[in-house]
């Protein structure tokens, strides 16, 4: 009998793998999990046709790559361990010649394998959570998990801690951080049937390096997180808001050593499935703070160039605060409401001029830690409405209101992107894509989607409370991007700098901002900055050449108003095929006035400062299920009457009898009127292909120009390819 077991045993192995293997729901249910990608991208740019100016950039090869491994460890029921590494790959190489390290040259250039000094290429790809450990514990009342690492994205409130997403991300940017997916759900989620909320493209998360606790289940439906990190990108005793090793020309030369001498300091509590007429909403309270220590004081750069100085020239430190209250939840199933209403203070301490009492106990300092006085500012009012209804077209409306000196360093008010920090400016596109102090304004969206495609339609229409400094920041939506990879300078990354500064020389003739001879916070000369992914440009329309010598920056009340259009409709069945065939376009029309206009539309309308039209068309087919393929074409027009340039007389014409130039000064520049018009165009193609069941390639090209009428020096012309291969285990 026993040996009559052991022969019908025998015959059910082959079938006990399967069935030991449909117990596996998911990773989840293994003790120790593994998983993750790898990452392998190229990226060649080539400016074909330059001025002197973009000598710098004119061609760059780049290949990064890394590997992100995910380990969960689940002893028991009730408790997960799990870390996130990071591993970036260098195929820099070794150089052959003394201009490999270009645009920095010196006596440590000669083939030498590293990247030259500041080089952000060791950025890489560092988008996800990266070099991450973390415990979740979980009992029948209590859940907590307790995050420890370089890279945490998280939310809280909108005046507190997020992100706004407001433009569609297009086809022909593969994002780095897209998860997996195979190639027919990215083509559906980003043009087929677009996601307009939610996900990884859309989500609301901030960056942060630190302590998180996330208390996720507590009695009574309460929640609870609680965060310590440190002033990543907001540290102002080094020069650039980030303390590198920036004398060491190596693989260290990005690294950091997160000593910022300051912490932030975050606390939510909430409260969910409070009753209202029917509804479940959620109630939060929010703190978030960032609280710097007095030893900044003996930061070398914080003396010379100090962020913050009071009105007698002495340094500085501003502690920021914001404290917010937000209910949001579903009124009915088909209406979802959103509110925060925030305070935000400032802890000033100034340091006093300590010299002489110094000087008696034989120290040659100026200041010291001890030497201050302090204040704090009254507060400063924000507040963020949001309605979403579905009953019929669905229909998302968006109210602001936020005082002149509103400041949440990590809200929807100063975007981790393009950081602005408090700077007294204005944007194009102003409340309808960007968010900041002093402005108060609606935005209004229609998004009725169709059988084959949809037709939505944005307005908003915003303007400044009180009045401001006529900065005006407009966004290279286009070509943007590839512009901002394109460039060399470690500065592209840091908004309080040119874009292009850390060259070794300017990659445009910028117009004249404002802000000239005054501290790295409160510097709004005009040209090119970046942040991350972005590029954006500046100037002031002065009223006369007398101004723009003499600094005299106009102030407005200013508004803003935006006109946007996303169509598409698929035309598959028009060649009786059920695979999709997507045309789409997007355009958005931006005007900035320093009186109501409905629509700008023309610099030439009164009181108009700037008009922005931007136009970016992607068809795309899916060619078979695993193989896609999209076109890109697009252009993008700025133009402004009042904007101004200054010219060395030895690289320009020698007359200045034209109608725009007056001479400034006998030292061999002169300021020239350079009214904006400027057009960009772009033209490229791009596939994506599952070529197995984990792995894809993704391809682009794009053709750009840009052509400046009154500036020809910033006239060029562009290839752009990208290639990247990832692979998922």
Known sequence: ????????????????????????????????????????????????????????????????????????????????????????????GYFENSKASSPNEGPFNNSERVLYLHSSDYYGLRISENMLAGVDMRTGSFGATLLAGGVIWKSASPLTMWERETMPRFLSQYELFEDEKVVSTYYKEKAFKPVKEGGRAFWTNRSFGGLFLDIHTLPWNMKAQAMLSQPMDMDIGARDGLRMLGSQVGELEMTGTYDFRGQVVHGRLAKE?????????????????????????????????????????????????????????????????????????????????????????????????????????????????????????????????????????????????????????????????RYGPNMMGANFKLEPDFNRGRAHVQYGIHRQVEKGDDVINYKYNLNGRAMWESTN?????????????????????????????????????????????????????????????????????????????????????????DRNVMLQIYTALSGVSTTFSPLGYSEEQDDMLMVNWYVQSEPAVAITPTLHAVLTLGFETFRAQDAYILRNVSSAL????????????????????????????????????????????????????????????????????????????
């Open 489 to 577: 300078s470690w500065t592209r990354h840091k908004s309080l700098f040119n874009s292009d500064s850390g060259n070794a020389r300017g990659r445009q003739l910028s117009r004249i901002g404002g802000g000239r001879g005054q501290s790295r916070l409160e510097n709004q000369e005009g040209g090119v900055r970046g942040g991350t992914w972005e590029l954006w440009d500046g100037f002031v329309p002065y009223a006369s050449l007398a101004d723009v010598k003499a600094g005299n920056i106009p102030q407005h009340a200013k508004w803003n108003s935006t006109l946007a259009l996303d169509l598409g409709y698929d035309i598959g069945h028009w060649f009786n095929t």
């Open 1 to 92: 009998m026993t040996a009559a077991k052991l022969d019908s045993l025998n015959e059910r192995l082959d079938s006990l793998e399967a069935y030991a293997g449909s117990t596996v729901v998911g990773k989840d249910d293994n003790p120790v999990a593994v998983s993750g990608d790898i990452a392998i991208r190229f990226k060649n740019f080539d400016y074909y046709e330059y001025s002197d100016l973009q000598k710098d950039d004119r061609v760059r090869t780049k290949v990064e790559a890394a590997a992100t491994v995910g380990v969960v460890v689940s002893p028991a029921s009730y408790l997960t361990v799990f870390t996130n590494l990071y591993l970036p790959f260098d195929f820099s």
């Open 273 to 433: 499935k409070i009753k209202f007429l029917d509804a479940d909403m959620t109630l939060g309270g929010n703190y978030m703070g960032v609280i710097y220590e007095k030893d900044q004081i003996y930061e070398p750069d914080y003396q010379i160039n100090p962020v913050v100085m009071d009105g007698d020239g002495n340094p500085a430190i501003s502690d920021y605060h914001v404290a917010s209250i937000d209910i949001k939840g579903n009124l009915t199933p088909k209406f979802y409401l959103m509110m925060d209403v925030a305070l935000s203070w400032d802890d000033s301490t100034v340091f006093k001029d300590a010299s002489e009492e110094l000087k008696e106990v034989g120290s040659s300092q100026k200041y010291e830690k001890e030497y201050t006085r302090t204040g704090s500012s009254s507060p400063a009012v924000g507040v963020y409405v949001k309605a979403q209804d579905k009953h019929w077209i669905p229909i998302t409306m968006e109210g602001v209101y936020f005082a002149k000196d509103f400041f949440s360093p990590y809200g929807m008010t100063d975007p981790s992107r393009f950081r602005s920090w408090r700077q007294d400016e204005w944007y194009v596109g102003a409340g309808t894509f």
């Open 654 to 729: 020698t007359s200045t009898s034209g109608p725009y130039q007056a001479p400034y000064n006998t030292g061999g520049t002169y300021y020239e009127k350079a009214p904006i018009n400027v057009l960009q165009t772009a033209i490229g193609l791009g596939f994506d292909w599952d070529f197995s069941d984990r792995a894809g390639l993704h391809f682009r090209y794009r053709w750009m120009t840009n052509s400046d009428e009154t500036a020809p020096e910033n006239d060029w012309k562009a290839h752009y390819v990208q290639a990247e291969t990832k692979i998922w285990f």
